[in-house]
């Protein structure tokens, strides 16, 4: 099993940063990608970058350009800087994770419990 813990949300005015970590742990064989997810209210939970262990990224358009994924694989930490904030990025955003618990096993689809970020003056 794997177990996502994020940290690091946050209010902030709009125009500035925050960075969200993303710490993974439990047993298990690979974890590939990692990555972010978003949902604002009363919207469905949307993609806003991954990041696979060789450093593939993919970002959302909306966030291209402000966003930078990174990741420690020695750690198992998932980061995301995000710069230039507006208050459209205000949402829950959500760790995510693909991983295996053994090099057989089915992958399967993890979740952190969330971390609100809310952008406002």
């Known amino acids: 099993q794997v177990q996502l813990v994020e940290s690091g949300g946050g209010l902030v005015q709009p125009g500035g940063s925050l960075r969200l970590s993303c710490a993974a742990s439990?047993?298990?064989?690979?974890?590939?990608?990692m990555g972010w997810y978003r949902q604002a209210p009363g919207q469905q939970r949307e993609l806003v970058a991954t990041i696979s262990s060789g450093g593939y990224t993919n970002y959302a358009d909306s966030v291209k350009g402000r966003f930078t994924i990174s990741r420690d694989n020695d750690k198992n930490v998932v980061y995301l800087q995000m710069n230039s904030l507006k208050p459209g990025d205000t949402a829950v955003y959500y760790c995510?994770?693909?991983?295996?618990?053994?090099?057989?096993?089915?992958?399967?689809?993890?979740w952190g419990q969330g971390t609100q970020v809310t952008v406002s003056s």
């Open positions: 439990g047993t298990f064989f690979s974890i590939n990608p």
């Open positions: 995510y994770a693909q991983g295996r618990v053994g090099r057989w096993s089915a992958y399967a689809d993890y």
